[in-house]
Structures are given as C-alpha cells and as structure tokens.
C-alpha cells in the first residue's frame, strides 16, 4: 500500500525558497498522480499544485504560477514542490496525495479524488 512522507519544511525568511519533498513508498509511484496541498490555521485546505503519472501534465493554482514548480523523479521515487519568493501568507502545513488514475496524463488541483494523504510538513515564514 502506497504511503507518502512530506519533507523539506520549515522557517524562511520573506523572499526565501524552499523544496519540499514528497517521498513514496510501499508501491510504484509511478502509477500515481500527486498533488500538492497546503491548510493555514482557521482556513480550508487549499490546492496548490498536482503532476500526472507520467509528468507530462502539470496544474498550479493561479496565484503559484511562476513561484511554484512541482517536479517527479519516478526512479527515485519522490516528487518536489519548488517554492519560490514565499510570502507570510504561505505559511502553511503542506500536504502531498496520490491517486491511481486511468489515464497517465491526468492530474487534478481538487483533493476530492485523492485517497492517499502523507501527514504535512509546516512551512512557516517570517522575519
């Protein structure tokens, strides 16, 4: 059974980049569309960013185009989120998920069809 465990979280200054790291395990994560979360405190859990199967397909939220960049590496069985210029609002834990689509190309920015969740790493951002 496929599990997830989220990395590479932690405090940054405003401007600052991080790299969070979505490592599988358990099965082929090659099979799996992930995707990219984040839940500030007293808000709703928020899609950030998703990649397909096979990484020919990849979705950002409007407001992460050109500061995020969601990367897979199959072989080593782990996908990226590139986190550019962060601001204290993306102060956040931030969750990745996995689903086993049908088609290899597909991706989604809604966490409704994604059964597998990992348990967040706190990004937190301040001066």
């Known amino acids: 059974q496929l599990q997830l465990v989220e990395s590479g979280g932690g405090l940054v200054q405003p401007g600052g980049s991080l790299r969070l790291a979505c490592a599988a395990s358990?099965?082929?994560?090659?099979?799996?569309?992930i995707g990219w979360f984040r839940q500030a405190p007293g808000k709703e859990r928020e899609g950030l960013s998703c990649?397909?199967?096979?990484?020919?397909?990849?979705d950002y939220l409007d407001s992460m185009k050109g500061r995020f960049s969601i990367s897979r590496d199959n072989a080593k069985t782990t996908v990226y989120l590139q986190m550019n210029n962060l601001t204290n609002e993306d102060t956040a834990v931030y969750y990745c998920?996995?689903?086993?689509?049908?088609?290899?190309?597909?991706?989604?920015?809604?966490?409704?069809?994604?059964?597998?969740w990992g348990r967040g790493t706190q990004v937190t951002v301040s001066s």
């Open positions: 990649i397909s199967p096979n990484g020919r397909t990849t």
């Open positions: 998920a996995a689903r086993r689509p049908a088609s290899v190309l597909w991706c989604s920015k809604t966490s409704t069809p994604f059964a597998t």
């Open positions: 358990g099965s082929t994560l090659a099979f799996y569309a």
